[in-house]
């Protein structure tokens, strides 16, 4: 589903540049469960943008769906990461004068879907991740957790292939962490991709597939069953640090 190639990406500020990815080769296939680490800086969200079409990269290449991501106007590059991507993020990103239905409907409404029939559709997302209780609510009548449902519902509404959460937990309490990792995962077993960026080994252990990032590079892929080794490894790590 998703193909990388020699992925370079540099940011230029004034007169100098930063190089940041520096030849990223990555497969992740259909239905796969993926988290990537790596220390602050080392380039997480910039790839997590870049496989979400919102931000472009300089050199290689990226096939999403078989299709070539490069060098699309941005209302095509739109138009596909409406349809592929739903996106979820460590502060959620909900609009505070909106209460929790409207938020998790705003996509429909972009997509010119009438109000009574997308708030519909965002109650049956709300029933789904347990936050019926809460269609009414604004976001800051509502708990961290509670509002990355809200956010991860509003991912879902419109029925993405993919979702890329960025530090999803980072805002959260470990039990609230684990809570909306189970919720990620169940999404994943319904069979949509699932890619997160974290820095915190426990939630990297709960996905499939952890990618390494190290100076821009992959520095290891570690799959699920081989996790044990990885803590031990990253421990290690942390206590030479
Ligand atoms: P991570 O998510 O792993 O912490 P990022 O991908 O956000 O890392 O950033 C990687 C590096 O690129 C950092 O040094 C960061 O300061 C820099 N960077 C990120 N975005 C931009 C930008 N839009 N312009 C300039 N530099 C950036
Ligand atoms: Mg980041």
């Known amino acids: 589903m998703i193909t990388l190639n020699n992925i370079h990406k540099s940011y230029v500020m004034g007169s100098s540049k930063l190089h940041v990815l520096k030849g990223i080769d990555l497969d992740i ?8 680490m790596g ?37 095509k590059a739109a138009q596909l990461r409406n349809e592929m991507v739903g996106f ?16 998790v409907a705003l996509p429909l409404y972009y997509k010119g879907v009438n109000r009574k029939k997308r708030n519909a559709i965002a109650m049956e997302y709300l029933e789904k991740l347990g936050l019926a209780p809460w269609a009414s609510h604004m976001p800051n009548e509502m708990s ?53 960026v974290t820095h915190e080994h426990d939630i990297a252990a709960m996905t499939q597939k952890v990618v390494r990032l190290k100076d821009g590079r992959i520095d290891e892929i570690i799959r699920n069953g081989e996790l044990k080794a990885f803590r031990h490894t990253y421990t290690k790590e942390l206590e030479t640090a």
Not at 50 to 59: E, K, P, T
Not at 159 to 187: F, H, N, R
């Open 88 to 103: 979820v993020f460590q502060s959620f990103n909900l609009i505070s004068f909106k209460n929790a239905m409207e938020n």
């Open 144 to 196: 961290g957790g509670q509002k990355q449902r809200v956010a991860i519902a509003r991912a879902l509404i419109s029925q993405p292939k993919i979702i890329l959460a960025d530090e999803p937990t980072g805002a959260l309490d470990t039990t609230t962490s684990y809570e909306v990792m189970e919720i990620l995962k169940e999404i994943n077993e319904a069979g949509i991709t699932v890619i997160i």
């Open 39 to 75: 220390s602050s800086g080392s380039g997480k969200s910039t790839l997590l943008n870049i496989l979400g079409m919102l931000d472009n990269y300089d050199d290689g290449s990226y096939h999403l769906d078989n299709r070539l991501i490069a060098d699309m106007s941005e209302k």
């Open 29 to 36: 296939e259909q239905g796969e469960f993926v988290s990537i």
